[in-house]
């Protein structure tokens, strides 16, 4: 999976959860499935929001050591409104979502600096890179599946 690196021009800040009580290399062998998984949670707010540093110190205090969330990147799009990608290390996107969702809800609720804020969403992100790879890949015409007719034995 591709990691998004700042400096390409957008708005990023990011920060590594390195502390203590993050198994980031627990089951990272060959045969794990598991892999980094970029969720997108967008939140709005009445009132201005903490900056992109700050809100990432933030988060990282609302993270329990099983979700296994490596890092944060916060975008923001003014002063009320932000998107936060949550990078987080899971077999299925569902438990990513789930767990990107529980540490902004938790966060939401006890942190001063978020109160009125909402989420708006919260949902795995495109990562462009991948389809246009698929896209461009020689003799597939940008097909990831057989064609129906492949499938089945001539008759």
Do not use: K, W
């Not at 599946?145 to 089945?152: A, K, S, T, V």
Request: with cysteine.
């Amino acid at each position: 999976m591709q990691l998004i690196e700042p400096g390409d021009g957008m708005a990023y800040s990011g920060h590594r959860l390195n502390g203590p009580g993050l198994p980031l290399a627990a089951g990272s062998g060959a045969a794990d499935a598991r892999r980094m998984i970029l969720v997108h949670v967008r939140i709005r707010s009445a009132e201005p929001l903490p900056e992109s540093n700050e809100l990432i110190g933030i988060l990282g205090a609302h993270v329990t050591p099983g979700e296994r969330v490596d890092h944060f990147s916060v975008h923001p799009e003014g002063p009320r409104s932000l998107t936060v990608g949550c990078f987080v290390v899971a077999g299925l996107l569902l438990v990513a979502e789930n767990v990107a969702l529980a540490v902004l809800q938790r966060a939401l609720r006890a942190e001063p600096a978020l109160r009125g804020a909402t989420i708006t969403s919260c949902s795995g992100a495109l990562v462009a890179a991948y389809f246009e790879r698929l896209r461009d890949s020689a003799g597939r015409g940008g097909r990831s599946m057989r064609l129906p007719d492949q499938d089945i034995a001539d008759c």
